[in-house]
């Protein structure tokens, strides 16, 4: 495929974002920035989200996948239903009474100032190590497929993507995000559904029968049975569960989205249609692996150690320049949501809940919209640095760990918003911190020795529900007095 198309299409799909761009931010101030003034339409939110939620991540590992767990995720996207709707039915009814920016507001009123920095913090590192890491995979397929042959250097295409995004969402924000949001989400999906075309069409397969030999292959196995097993469905069913409350319910640069809608009915409407739309946009890409895998079979192509791997090296080396052309636009369309929404998050975390935005600050609008550009570029330049470090370390087991280090501060903000949910204490908030960092650090060592604590099992994502666990045994210790009704500042209390 000549470089200059691939170029060509980089160029003409950025354009398109920036006119979008263009588009939404005209008139926009800080309440656009941080929250879309409140007119975020549902549906578009519900659409924009399957993209943000998937990231470039998923477009390259899930389809992996499928070579050694078959169609078993699915376990997890299940699960992901019961999350949701405890999102949709719980928590945002929480976020829109208190009347929310930042959702780790509501941990201050709850249980206090250490309480509160202590989630805001976790979300901000969560974040910055996850927006780098899943940045720094994107970038660096595209690199090895297509910048390397320009001689054009790493930190150099990082930069580009990094300026871009900064250019794109810098005075927009979410008002912004929600509609460039739709156009990766529309490329993402097309790059799935034509490469599974293209594939299709080299095999000489019609669809209903590539179908056929996907399910002659075993790759539509969907259940694990053995308990000893990181797939073994009830534990991906019951992670899945609790994984879409923390990275979408608990997480500000999904809700800061939610809460952009008018109100809470449609805020609603928009979690329930996303997902649903979710688990048939999971089916494509598990599709997509299991006819990759068919393809490899059928030519010949060993399968590589790094199975993220197997859909570019086809997708660039054994199908036609079109079908490359294809992945690397839904590849570029996956890198932009890797950053765009969690620089916006960040940004919005860092102005409420530490420099006070939304309390009574002593600057003007205008002052605090050059603050706000301030800190924006200031997480966009941490964010290049965390993604040279990754590529600096060039370590995958090394790059791995931190990743799922970050993932472990999950597990303090899911204990923390639960025991203010579904408890009537109040805690001795000074000391919350320290059991935030207890918690993760117990979970890290209880897996590193499970097999031998546990007679061979394995944790798998239901590490998250161990961690939030701990961290609510933590709360409870810590717990001074039982709340009166007129001062408790949970799901029902009024702002």
């Not at 549902?42 to 590992?61: C, E, N, P, Q």
Request: charged share 15%; proline share 2%.
């Amino acid at each position: 495929m000549a470089p200059v198309y691939i170029l060509l299409c980089f160029v003409v799909y950025t354009i398109l974002l920036f006119f979008i761009t263009w588009l939404t931010s005209r008139k926009s101030n800080n309440d656009s920035y941080y929250v879309g003034n409140k007119s975020s339409p549902w549906y578009i939110v519900a659409y924009g989200m399957i993209g943000a939620s998937l990231s470039g991540v998923t477009f390259m590992s899930v389809p992996g996948l499928v070579g050694t767990q078959q169609f078993t995720y699915l376990g997890l996207v299940f699960g992901f239903l019961i999350g949701y709707t405890v999102i949709a039915t719980i928590l945002l009814p929480l976020y829109y009474r208190l009347n929310l920016t930042s959702i780790y507001s509501y941990l201050n009123q709850r249980f206090g100032f250490w309480s509160y920095k202590t989630g805001a913090f976790y979300f901000l590192l969560s974040r910055i190590i996850g927006a780098s890491f899943r940045m720094f995979l994107v970038v660096n397929v595209l690199q090895i497929f297509v910048f390397d042959h320009w001689g054009v250097p790493f930190w150099l295409v990082v930069m580009i993507f990094i300026i871009l995004i900064i250019l794109y969402t810098y005075e927009g924000g979410v008002k912004t995000i929600i509609w460039t949001d739709t156009l990766q989400t529309t490329f993402m999906l097309l790059g799935v559904i034509l490469s599974i075309v293209f594939i299709s069409r080299e095999l000489n397969l019609g669809l209903g029968d590539i179908f056929n030999k996907i399910r002659e292959a075993g790759y539509t196995r969907l259940v694990e049975t053995d308990w000893h097993s990181k797939n073994f469905f009830l534990k991906q069913f019951f992670s899945g569960a609790f994984i879409a409350i923390v990275m979408t319910g608990l997480d500000q640069e999904m809700m800061q989205k939610n809460i952009s809608c008018k109100n809470l009915k449609e805020a609603q409407k928009n979690m329930f249609t996303f997902s649903g739309i979710l688990i048939f946009v999971n089916i494509m890409f598990l599709t997509l692996g299991a006819v990759l895998y068919l393809f490899a079979s059928a030519k010949g192509i060993g399968i590589p150690a790094k199975t993220d791997n197997l859909f570019p090296i086809i997708a660039f080396n054994y199908l036609s320049p079109i079908a490359g052309l294809v992945f690397m636009v839904g590849l570029v369309s996956a890198a932009y949501p890797s950053a765009d929404g969690a620089l916006t998050a960040l940004t919005t975390s860092f102005c409420v809940d530490f420099l006070g935005f939304k309390d009574k600050s002593k600057l003007d609008e205008k002052q605090k919209k050059r603050v706000r550009y301030i800190v924006h570029i200031g997480f966009a330049t941490i964010l290049f640095i965390v993604i040279l470090i990754f590529r600096a370390l060039n370590n995958e087991a090394v790059i791995n760990a931190i990743y799922t280090a970050a993932g472990y501060t999950y597990g303090p903000l899911l204990g923390l918003f639960s025991f203010g949910l579904f408890t009537k204490f109040s805690v001795k908030d000074k000391y919350v911190w320290i059991v935030a960092i207890l918690s993760p650090a117990i979970c890290y060592f209880i897996n590193m020795f499970s097999e031998a604590l546990f007679s061979g099992y394995k944790f798998g994502f239901e590490l998250l529900i161990l961690n939030g666990l701990l961290t609510f045994a933590g709360l409870y210790i810590l717990k001074i007095k039982k709340l009166s009704e007129d001062t408790k500042l949970d799901r029902h209390c009024e702002p």
